[in-house]
């Protein structure tokens, strides 16, 4: 059973993951992708990141889709999360310049 675990937070709250994730959406805008395609991607990226280290097996898409759908509002926050995190690191590099 999928849950969020401490080091999943940790990873997607990292500098790091969010300036992957926003290369990963902007790949998939330039490669044409579907909203909706590109929204269920971001999801089930962000979901594999906060549930991290909590099952031995590999999950199955069902039991992606179930977590995310359960777990909406917070994956929700992690991508603002992330984009405030993002936002932060560009404008504090725009001021060192």
Do not use: W
Not at 60 to 66: A, F
Request: charged share 30%.
């Amino acid at each position: 059973m999928l849950k969020i675990t401490e080091a999943g937070r940790a990873k997607c709250a990292s500098l790091e993951f969010a300036e992957k994730f926003e290369i990963f959406m902007l790949e998939c805008e330039e490669q044409g992708v579907e909203k909706k395609h590109e929204e269920t991607m971001a999801i089930f990226s962000v979901t594999s990141a906060l549930t991290e280290g909590s099952v031995d097996t590999r999950p199955t898409i069902d039991d992606i889709l179930r977590f995310a759908d359960e777990h909406r509002r917070e994956i929700d926050v992690t991508i603002a999360k992330m984009l405030d995190t993002l936002t932060i690191h560009y404008s504090m590099a725009n001021q060192s310049n």
